[in-house]
């Protein structure tokens, strides 16, 4: 019985103490979702921009020997 006890405190005492914890407002995005704001923390650049060089000879995700 005291076994049972202590168990179930665990368990309560988890469950309290993941249901206090701040909770952040950011949602994964799933497949196909489109992201219509940067998560927190990241910054968005426009790929576009003609400062942004591309030189890689990264090509079908095997990166080649230079």
């Known amino acids: 019985m005291k076994k049972l006890l202590v168990k179930i405190f ?3 005492s ?3 103490l993941f249901g206090l914890l701040p909770n952040s407002n950011a949602q ?5 979702q489109q ?3 940067p ?3 990241w910054q968005r650049f426009d790929d576009t921009n ?3 060089t591309y030189d ?3 090509v079908l995700g095997v ?3 230079h």
Request: no cysteine; hydrophobic share 55%.
């Open 28 to 32: 994964a995005a799933t497949v196909g």
């Open 50 to 52: 003609t400062n942004i």
């Open 14 to 16: 988890m469950a309290l």
């Open 63 to 65: 990166l080649q020997p």
């Open 39 to 41: 998560e927190s923390g």
């Open 10 to 12: 665990i368990v309560f």
């Open 56 to 58: 890689s000879t990264f």
């Open 35 to 37: 992201l219509t704001a």
